[in-house]
């Protein structure tokens, strides 16, 4: 028991963990995606899935049965310019939710140039509420005024989420 003053004291059980939760990233640079097209993020390796919900042959979470409530959803995408021509305006980093666009991050740079020859990325980070059989998929547009090619780059790239406990 806490004393006076001292800072309430406040336990978890076991049955309350932040799940289910995952988190998935690339195995490798993907190169050759087509720009201004929305591609799904090949999100091939899963560094944690507490419930087996993140197939990674169709790059897809799966809300489990039982498991409906809100969740934190993020992504993190790192992408370079195949050919570095400075043609990229901007890129989205984006959510569908049961096959339909949900939301999006995006970053654009100033005079509507993102670097070529260096890697941007763009993310997001959000609370929704899911039910169980929903399911989320993450992808990336890349508008330029050449229609180039992009590449998912490993490093930087990333995308998860959990079940928040206590709302």
């Known amino acids: 028991s806490a004393g006076a003053g001292a800072p309430p004291v406040f336990e978890t059980p076991a049955s309350a963990a932040n799940s289910p939760s995952f988190l998935v ?13 929305t591609v799904k ?3 091939n390796t899963e560094v944690y899935d507490t419930n087996n919900a993140y197939d990674n042959s169709n790059y897809r979470f799966t809300v489990p049965s039982g498991q409906g409530g809100k969740y934190f959803i993020f992504m993190h995408q790192n992408i370079r310019e195949e050919g570095q ?3 990229y305006q901007y890129l989205t980093a984006r959510l569908f939710k049961n096959g339909s666009f949900f939301t999006e991050g995006q970053l654009a ?3 509507n140039n993102l670097a070529a020859n260096f890697n941007n990325t763009a993310s997001f980070g959000m609370v ?5 059989s929903n399911y989320l998929e993450f992808y990336i547009k890349v508008y ?3 229609s180039d090619n992009f590449i998912f ?3 930087g790239s990333y995308a998860g989420g959990f079940k928040l406990i206590g709302i």
Do not use: R
Request: charged share 15%; proline share 3%; no cysteine.
């Open 41 to 43: 993020a090949p999100y």
């Open 128 to 132: 929704m509420e899911l039910s169980a």
């Open 153 to 155: 780059m490993e490093e």
């Open 85 to 87: 021509n400075d043609n």
């Open 144 to 146: 330029n005024t050449a």
């Open 25 to 37: 990233k690339l195995s490798a640079n993907v190169t050759n995606q087509a720009g201004n097209a």
């Open 109 to 111: 740079m100033a005079g």
